[in-house]
């Protein structure tokens, strides 16, 4: 799922917010007597949007990490 597909509410969580909202997704699907079939698949969409968002954060944290390293290195190499 691309960025632009994630909804704007989820793209402002952090990913402390977005992991506590599946949590709440998942125990609401697994403790509902719920027969609604199109309101779980809205929640298990959610879910995934929500997953989505948690790994581009990631991504994006990881690239900041790596950068960081690098110049580190450039640095280190100059000195």
Known sequence: ????????????K???EAQ???KEIINSLENSDETNLEASKD????MLELNNHIQQEFKKELKEINSSLSNKRKK???N
């Open 20 to 22: 506590n909202e599946i």
């Open 1 to 12: 799922m691309k960025s632009k597909n994630i909804p704007a509410d989820i793209k402002s």
């Open 76 to 78: 280190t190499n100059k």
């Open 14 to 16: 952090s990913i402390k």
């Open 43 to 46: 929640k298990y969409t959610r």
